[in-house]
């Protein structure tokens, strides 16, 4: 696996900051790809991945955070698929579970955007320029669109990281799943993870301890997100969700899809997911998954 290259990007969309000042089957139900390498999408071919998506229950859109391009490209897709389907419902990774009132209020128009940024703690929390998601919001609120916080609190990612989930009290449980469906077992997720926590902390050495607690808080940032999906769409089975997330928790399915999809293994939920300026990495991981259904070619 080439990880080199796939550095810089992912640590844009993986669990870094952590640690810093700023924020060969297919599973039971999961769709299967629509080929061994993804779907290069460009202006030609745009409205042929729309009509492929209009099947998707949950589609992806996989970023670069500081790639403004990327978020012009992810509302341009918003765009369409609301005209093709107006219900669409909007998961966003730059908003935490607890703030989910807020964001409502704000849906509602009884804030306006500035409360919205301060009580969300946006640039604390998040830390990218709230222009690169602002027009994506503020579409939503103009066309009465659902939008959900789907993240972890900083507090309790950053304790994992740090101290490990047995670490964490009841009270700091409140916004993550049960710690008994926190799935661990993902052997090749750890192992790129781990060469390049190796590359990016310790010039190619590691602290086990360390990097199994950095381990244990990407895993529940995954779950926890993968968590507020699945039960929205539970609840609404007839709406589309649209994920934005960093590209690293959807890469070859091994973040949120796989564990969207464990979480709903009795319902018939294709996903699919697309790639903005894709990695130069290998278009396929070792049990033959392809890195994401399409790439998005600016």
């Known amino acids: 696996m080439k990880i080199n290259s796939l550095t810089p990007i992912l640590t844009y969309s993986l669990g870094f900051w952590l640690f810093c000042s700023l924020p060969t089957l297919t599973p039971p139900g999961l769709a299967l790809p629509l080929s061994k390498s993804p779907v290069i999408v460009t202006p030609k071919n745009l409205n042929k991945l729309i009509q492929e ?104 990612t950053r304790k994992v990281a740090k101290e490990g989930l047995e670490s964490l009290t009841p009270s700091e449980q409140k916004y993550i799943p049960p710690i008994s469906e926190i799935n661990l077992n993902s052997p090749e997720y750890r192992q790129m993870l781990l060469e390049i926590y190796q590359q990016h902390h310790h010039g190619g050495k590691s602290n086990s301890s360390d990097f199994e607690n950095f381990f244990r808080a990407q895993i529940l940032w995954d779950e926890t997100m993968a968590d507020a999906i699945a039960n929205y769409v539970k609840i609404n089975p007839d709406s589309q969700v649209i994920v934005l997330v960093g590209q690293g928790h959807v890469i070859y399915n091994y973040g949120i899809p796989s564990r969207v999809q464990r979480r709903l293994e009795d319902i018939n939920s294709i996903q699919r997911s697309i790639l903005f300026q894709s990695p130069d990495q290998d278009p396929t991981s070792p049990n033959n998954s392809p890195i994401s259904d399409f790439i998005w070619q600016h």
């Open 53 to 156: 998506l209009a099947q998707a229950k949950i589609i992806y859109l996989g970023e670069t955070h500081n790639q403004i391009q990327d978020h012009q490209a992810q509302l341009q897709l918003i765009k369409l698929l609301y005209q093709q389907n107006p219900k669409i419902v909007i998961a966003l990774e730059m908003f935490q579970r607890p703030y989910q009132d807020v964001l409502d209020q704000y849906l509602q128009g009884k804030i306006p955007e500035s409360q919205l940024i301060e009580q969300t703690q946006y640039h604390q929390r998040w830390g990218f320029p709230w222009e690169n998601y602002a027009e994506i919001l503020r579409f939503a609120q103009k066309n009465n669109l659902p939008v959900l916080a789907i993240n972890t609190p900083t507090e309790v």
